[in-house]
């Protein structure tokens, strides 16, 4: 196997990672390898084992084993505030009775940084995440969307490889978080820094995120890019964490022209497209995302999928959700079960939307089931 080049080394190489609190396996044998420049999302439910993670990669916690290798570099024993990382903390951390100015030149000085230099670097950040004209305001006189950013600033004014994000929006309202995400990305861009975030929000993560790295149980379930994460789950668990899902178990019964027959649970049958990797188990979970659904009265025409077979599920609308953007329909099937179907709302009064108690065809094609084998 030829040897790799520089360019393609990980800038970050976590290798078989392991931390335990007493017997609880925090971080369980995980390896990851994240790249300059990178936006990285840990993503997963609490008590994962994201944030144990990222307070290693910081230096607060020691692995119990494995090694961390920053640019091929094992910094296990190099001590928090001489790592080229830094970590912005969910409350912020910012000190009360200093300045703006001073909490973002509080890590210059203990650097030991010439005062014209700290000078320089502090206007800098200021006008980076525009806080001009606040400088000599205390944290208590600021907005916690103004917080966030003296503590961004903060974190950034030393320059460090990798600046580390333990949930930096949880705080922040729905609005403010939603525009503080793309200032967030814009401001990676810009600066061409490798981010890694934590976050339980699965928005956030696919919002910013270049990759996403799912987590339960101290181990990582799927490391991929937000479309792949979502379009191709790699387990029943990741399509039931990431966004919302229908999901069918059942046995493959036959197989013909890479199409398969899953018979389902609940009696029915399902025919879905093989995935590019031959099914080798014949139990399998089906899973269809709620969009995927369509939803008519008495059908699809019959040139509605081309030349695709259509899975037909009949059924009364049991639940309607007005979401805004979208109309989200609980359909429960004659065979008892509940399918989800969401359907974009393109007109202001759209004409074409059914009540509770309704009964409906709800369809959709074999290209729009994923199958999973665990």
Known sequence: MPARSADDMPLLRIEGVS??????????????????????????????????????????????????????????????HERPVNMMFQNYALFPHLSVRDNIAFGLKRAGMARAAIDTRVAEMVALVKLDGMEKRKPDQLSGGQKQRVALARSLARRPKVLLLDEPLAALDKKLRESTQLELMELQRRLGMTFIVVTHDQEEAMTMANRIGVMDAGRLQQVATPRDLYEAPASRWVAEFVGDVNLFNGDVTSRDHRRLTIATRDGGAIVVSEPREPVTRTVVSVAIRPEKVKMSRRGPAPDAAGSQAINRLEGVVADVSYLGGSTVYKVKLDSGAVVRSSVANTARFDTDTYDAGQRVVAWFTPDDCVVLER
């Open 19 to 80: 931390k335990k609190f007493g017997t609880f396996p925090a971080v369980d044998g995980l390896s990851l390898d994240i790249r300059t420049g990178e936006f990285f999302a840990l993503l997963g439910p609490s008590g994962c084992g994201k944030t144990t993670l990222l307070r290693m990669l910081a230096g607060f916690e020691t692995p119990d084993e494995g090694r961390i290798l920053l640019g091929g570099r094992d910094i296990a024993p190099v001590l928090p």
